[in-house]
């Protein structure tokens, strides 16, 4: 038995699940873990972050404030943060995405998921989270520049440095329109693979919450983003744009305008970052499944670099992406 065995079979010893059944819940993106316990009618989910690789104090943090805005995010039972483990509250198997794969309504579903969102922009004090990161340009720019480190030379090679330079440019431009809108806490990653379907809990708590650990300050539209220009799957356009007037009807003091040019802002700096990632996941981590998204990324990207707002970036795109470039990458590096 390695170390960190021990002190896994200690933290469970400790917290009473020794020899109960266990069995993997979830991987995903990151290097966390997730197993569920079962003995007898009680269950819970067993978080399994290693420590050199991540931390798990934002995460139970975050799962606070969310808790004490009234929404469901999962309880922290028992932590051993030095070793990255948690024993968190099981909130069943209902995601978003397979109650929508059974024949779930989609526009009652996204209806409470948008609904979640006003309630954490109208709960959350934002002067109570001085300690957690902001989404500014830095943070913008970095997560963009994944697209110019693994999927472009993915699909053309080297780059030179003027490319690079001047996709950073073309973002710093266009970059101040995201900051229009009002801030709230951001979850970064809130599309239906990390909502939980709860409809015994009365709205908004209905929707539960999952790896928002990532979490910080940024515009009210970015989680908007997230939900309705999903990597992993297409939403209706009517559902969209209706939920999109609810949400404005809901907080008239947002600018309409302004808030749209935040939302095609943020929603193409999203699809960049991500067809990055995905790319980076193949050829880094050998996770090369999530390649198969990216032509909807393209969708989603093409369309918000319509924006006016973006024209700089859409220039950009146009002369070093164009369409022919605009593929899948291969599952691994060259």
Not at 56 to 83: H, M
Not at 144 to 154: G, K, M
Not at 265 to 292: C, E, M, N, W
């Amino acid at each position: 038995m390695t170390g960190r065995d021990q002190a896994l079979s200690d933290f469970l010893a400790a917290t009473g699940w020794r020899d109960r059944d266990r069995a993997v819940l979830a991987d995903d993106a990151s290097f966390r873990r997730y197993d569920r316990l079962r003995d007898g009618w009680r269950r819970a989910v067993l978080m399994d972050a290693p420590p050199d690789k991540e931390d798990t104090r934002p995460f139970i943090r975050i799962a606070g404030i969310l808790r004490d805005a009234g929404l469901s995010a999962p309880e922290v039972i028992a932590q051993d943060v030095e070793n990255g483990f948690l024993l968190l509250e099981d909130l069943g198997d209902d995601t978003f995405t397979k109650v929508l794969a059974a024949g779930g309504d989609e526009a009652t579903l996204y209806a409470q998921a948008l609904e979640a969102l006003a309630a954490l922009y109208r709960r959350v004090d934002l002067t109570a989270l001085d300690d957690l990161p902001r989404y500014d340009e830095a943070l913008y720019l970095r997560e963009v520049s994944l697209l110019t480190d693994w999927y472009l030379p993915a699909i053309r090679g080297p780059l030179d440095d003027s490319v690079r330079e001047s996709f950073v440019e073309a973002w710093r431009s266009v970059l101040p329109t995201a900051a229009g809108v009002p801030s709230t806490l951001v979850l970064r990653d809130y599309h239906v693979d990390n909502l939980m379907w709860l409809p015994e809990r009365e709205s908004p708590a209905c929707v539960g919450l999952l790896d928002f650990q990532d979490g910080v300050v940024g515009p009210v539209t970015y989680d908007l983003v997230s939900l309705f220009e999903d990597a992993r799957r297409d939403v209706s356009p009517a559902v969209t744009a209706r939920l999109l007037d609810r949400y404005l009807g809901l907080f008239p003091d947002i600018d309409r305008t302004a808030f749209e040019a935040s939302y095609a802002v943020l929603a193409a700096q999203r699809s960049t970052k991500i067809l990055g990632i995905f790319t980076r996941l193949a050829h880094r981590d050998g996770k090369p499944g999530y390649l198969r998204h990216t032509a909807r990324l393209w969708r989603w990207l093409e369309a918000d670099l319509r924006h006016p707002a973006l024209a700089p970036v859409k220039d950009w795109f146009d002369r070093e992406v164009p369409a022919e470039m605009r593929r899948e990458p291969p599952a691994e590096a060259a």
